[in-house]
C-alpha cells in the first residue's frame, strides 16, 4: 500500500502488515531521524469546533499547537494527543502548570488535570475546576454547558450540584436508545426520570421518539437549565 512518510510528506510503498503493527512511517532512516528522535507521530486534521489544525503529535506527548488568530481564546496541549480550550485572560496562568488527558469511563470523555500536593497527600486537580475557583474539597461541581468537557472556556463553565451535572449528561447506553427511554419485553417504550435518586416513571409510548420527548419536558421541569437531551452539542 502505499503511505505517506511522517517527516516530509513523500509518498512511498510499504506493506500494509508493517503500517498496522506500527505509526512509525518514514521514508529514510534520516526522516526517522529528524523526527521528534523516532518517537511514534499522528497527523490531526483539525478541531470539531473550527479552531486551527493541529500540526504534527507525538503519540502519548502533548501536541505541538497554532494557536488562534483570535487571542480570546487559546489552546493548552494535553497529554494523549487532547487539546484544552481556555480564555486568552488564564492562558498564561494554565500554560504554565503540567496538565494531562485523564480519561473518565463513566462519563466517556478526556478532562484536563494535574497532580498536586495538597496537606502531604498528592490530589489531583481538574482544569475546570481551578477556572471556576472552586478549591479542592468543595462539594459543588464545575459543570461543561456544551458536554465537552474539554471546552473550558468561562462562557461553557458554570458551578452545578451533582444532580444538575448528571442531569446534564451524554447518553451512554449500550443499545444506543435516546436518554429517558427503555424498550420494554411488548415492544413499547418506557420514559421515566431520575430526580433525587429515584425514578418517575412518565409514561409508556409505542415511539420512542414520543418517550424521549417526555423525558425532555420533564427534564426541563425538575433540571431548569441543567435540563439534556442527551445529544453532544456540535
Known sequence: MRVACSQCGKEFKRPESHVARSQRVFCSSA?????????????????????PALKRI???????????????????????????????????HLSGKNWSAWYNKSTNSFYAVRDEKIDGKMRRIYMQREIIGLTFGDKRIA?????????????????????????????????????????????????????NRKFIRLGVFAEEMDAHKAYCVAAKHYFGQFACDGKRAA
Open 143 to 195: 459543570d461543561h454547558k456544551n458536554a465537552n468537557t474539554l471546552c473550558n472556556l468561562g462562557s461553557n463553565l458554570r458551578i452545578a450540584t451533582r444532580q444538575g451535572n448528571s442531569a446534564n449528561s451524554i447518553t451512554k447506553k449500550k443499545d444506543g436508545g435516546l436518554k429517558g427511554t427503555s424498550l420494554l419485553p411488548s415492544g413499547m417504550f418506557l420514559s421515566r426520570i431520575m430526580v
Open 31 to 51: 526522516c526517522y531521524g529528524i523526527s521528534n528522535n523516532g518517537r511514534k507521530t499522528l497527523n490531526i486534521t483539525g478541531l470539531s469546533n473550527g479552531l
Open 58 to 92: 507525538a503519540a502519548g506527548r502533548r501536541p505541538l499547537i497554532v494557536q488562534p488568530n483570535d487571542s480570546s481564546v487559546c489552546l493548552i496541549p494535553l497529554t494523549r494527543g487532547k487539546v484544552a480550550e481556555v480564555d486568552g485572560y488564564v492562558y498564561e
